[in-house]
């Protein structure tokens, strides 16, 4: 079956505008989450939604970024006003539901770099 | 709060030995799960091996194990007969409550 989707694969953008990112969690999954990893450096949550819960947003480092799930299934994490530290592999995991050890499932990230 | 410590940046293995990547954790919950992921130069992290920690049994997935000494908060990952196909990052996680926390992996080398 299909795994965790996240597009773009890539995105470069100027300094100071704003970019979406993209995640597909795989069907039936009602958890998500949100990642960075800067490089070279291990993983930082930024975000984690649970079915109809409101969502953790403790990871978010300002209030630039922002996150949404829309009727449960994708996401889209937004980064506005975006900064040369913003630069970083995003990326996005899902699992079955938080309880229970359950694995996540991670997608191949977006790497964003800010010019 | 949740910590997750991997002391070794990176280790270096010849092909067909055996390499031992080091984890220590700390976490007030009593119920928590530990996991070893891969994540090798195309980015996506692979889920290699999970343990219960209400289980004493050390988890084992084919070539990988691990030693879980939960009194020292401690959860090794042992790589046998190592292969090419094992060079990656490897990051130690342990879920606890609603999070993952990850430690800052380490590098893995295969050697020819």
């Known amino acids: 079956g299909a795994g965790v989707s996240q597009s773009p694969s890539n995105k470069v953008t100027e300094k100071g505008k704003d970019v979406e990112l993209r995640c597909d969690p795989i069907?039936?999954?009602?958890?998500l989450y949100w990642y960075r990893q800067s490089l070279g450096q291990g993983l930082e949550f930024l975000i984690y939604?649970?079915?109809?819960?409101?969502?953790?947003k403790s990871g978010l480092p300002s209030d630039r970024f922002s996150a949404e799930r829309t009727g449960g299934s994708v996401s889209t994490l937004t980064i506005q006003r975006t900064q040369q530290e913003d630069s970083a592999v995003y990326l996005c995991?899902?699992?079955?539901?938080?309880?229970?050890?359950?694995?996540?499932?991670f997608g191949d990230g977006t790497r964003l770099s800010i010019l | 709060a949740q910590t997750v410590t991997q002391s070794q940046p990176e280790m270096s293995v010849q092909e067909a030995e055996t390499v031992t990547l080091s984890c220590t954790y700390d976490?007030?919950?009593?119920?928590?799960?530990l996991f070893w992921y891969k994540q090798p130069p195309s980015r996506q992290m692979i889920l290699v091996i999970r343990?219960?920690?209400?289980?004493?049994q050390n988890a084992t997935e084919n070539r990988f194990s691990v030693n879980f000494q939960k009194a020292a908060k401690s959860f090794s990952l042992k790589i046998s007969d190592s292969q090419l196909g094992d060079a990656a990052m490897y990051f130690c996680g342990l879920a606890a409550g609603n999070k993952l926390t990850f430690g800052g992996g380490t590098r893995v080398l295969v050697k020819p």
């Open positions: 995991a899902s699992s079955l539901m938080n309880r229970d050890g359950q694995p996540q499932h």
């Open positions: 939604f649970q079915g109809n819960s409101a969502p953790d």
């Open positions: 343990q219960e920690a209400y289980k004493q």
């Open positions: 976490t007030s919950e009593s119920d928590y799960y």
């Open positions: 069907s039936g999954h009602t958890a």
